[in-house]
Structures are given as C-alpha cells and as structure tokens.
C-alpha cells in the first residue's frame, strides 16, 4: 500500500472529506505507477488482450487510474465529492459518478471492474456481499472482476507506515500510520493515522483520526465471489492471489460468458 486506505464505504473520515484537496500530497500518484502496471499486467493477461473498458469503484482521488488510462477507458465511481473533485482535476478525460459502490448501477457492462483498497471499508459481510454484487451486475458476460483489498485475516499483521510530498506552491503533507487488531474475533482491524498538513503560508495543522478496516478470510471472498456468481473460468482460481501479480491479497472473478 502506497499510503493511507482508499475512500470509503460510508462517510464520515475527514482524510475523504474537508481533508481531500490534500491527498495528491498524503499519498502522491507517482507512488501508483507500480501497483497500476502490475494491476494492468493481471488484466491484460486474464482478458486476453486486455480490456477496453473498466469500471473502478471506489477510486478515490484518481491515482491509480492516472496511469491505467493510457491502456483502457476508465470510469470512476466514488462516494467522496471531495475526492471526485481531486480525481477530475487529474483524470479530466475519465468519466466520473459520484455513488456508493453498495448501490450504484450504471446501467450498462464493462470489460473488467476494479475494486482497489476502497472496499477495505467493508467491514460486514453484507456490506462486502453488495460490493461483489454491483462488481458482477456491471461485468459483461465473459468480463472480469478484480478487487484489491489491504488486508486478508491471514494476511494481516500490525504494523506502522509513513510518508507524503509537496507540491510547487509550497504545501507539504505527511502521515504517520499504526494498525492494530482489537478483537481478532470480528473481521476489522484499526488504522491510526495522525497527517501534518503545512499550507504554502506556513500554517501547520495535525490531524487524527481511526479509520475500520475490513480483514476477511480468504475463504469468505471465495463464497461471496461464488454466491454472486463469479466463476474461476481461468487459472488461477477466483479467491487465490496470482503468482508475482501484485497485492499479495488479489481476488478475481469472471462472470460466466
């Protein structure tokens, strides 16, 4: 992960709110270009040539689709209005909704559907269970879901983490980052973060605030993909991480042809 966890699912955090105009300095898109070119390479090689359209829920401030765009037509769906005003001044080609990815339907199927760290803020079953269900409503028959979460049960670890950057108005950010089980019974972890935002004039503000983030077993992604009805169809299976693909926790469904 490349900083802080993506947008939402509800709202409330102001790292998605009065704090959006900041996150090209939180967690700078050049930090993206990686993680998208091995997120491209997955789609590319289970698709084929690759897919022409893509649907990205939960984008955030438009990071990772600043470089997937050059291969595929992106459109973005976010919850944030505040993030989706970050992702058009970087993404102005890309077409943007505001919706919540529980819901939101388009009306019409993609290539592939992309579900990055956003859905970390599934934290309930039924929450994740409509994530899967509006990813498979809007795949076209033979189409591809991906989704990209932070952490599985058995691959969460506690752990600290920092960065930022500045812009050329002299604006600085920076984050620090703590994560942390509470109850390893319910299937959500806790994320501290503290941002120091320094604006062009000096001014320094330090903000905190906790953030729940879903950590499922792998298993409940494999039922719930299953349940929707997502199908393996290619290898590797729905539920396992392809090898040297990326995310070490990687979930791909195809919806049957």
């Known amino acids: 992960m490349t900083g802080p966890a993506g947008p939402p699912g509800e709202p409330g955090y102001r790292l998605y709110g009065d704090l959006a105009p900041w996150w090209p300095l939180i967690s700078p898109p050049a930090q993206y270009r990686e993680e998208a070119a091995r997120l491209a390479a997955v789609l590319r090689s289970a698709a084929g040539d690759g897919p022409q359209t893509v649907l990205d829920l939960g984008c955030g401030g438009g990071h ?46 993609f290539d592939a559907v992309l579900v990055h760290d956003a859905v970390d803020y599934m934290i309930t079953e039924p929450d994740l269970r409509a994530v899967i269900a509006t990813a498979y409503a809007h795949c076209r028959p033979g189409g591809l879901a991906v989704f990209a979460p932070d952490y599985t049960a058995e691959t969460f670890r506690p752990g600290a983490g920092a960065g930022g950057g500045s812009d050329q108005a002299g604006r600085q950010a920076s984050f620090r980052s703590w994560s942390a089980d509470p109850d390893p019974a319910d299937p959500w972890i806790q994320a501290d973060y503290e941002f120091t935002l320094r604006a062009a004039d000096g001014r320094t503000e330090v903000v905190r605030e906790s953030h729940r983030l879903a950590a499922f077993p792998r298993a409940t992604w494999a039922r719930l993909l299953a349940g929707a009805g997502f199908t393996a169809g290619q290898d590797p299976p ?20």
């Not at 729905?238 to 042809?257: I, M, Y």
């Open 238 to 257: 729905a539920g396992e991480p392809p090898a040297g693909a990326g995310p070490g926790q990687l979930f791909l469904g195809w919806r049957p042809a």
């Open 64 to 109: 990772l689709a600043a470089h997937l765009k050059t291969a595929m037509t992106m459109t973005l769906v976010d919850l944030s209005p505040q993030m989706l005003a970050v992702s058009r001044a970087l993404n102005p080609d890309c077409e943007h909704h505001r919706g919540d990815m529980r819901t939101i339907r388009l009306g019409r199927r």
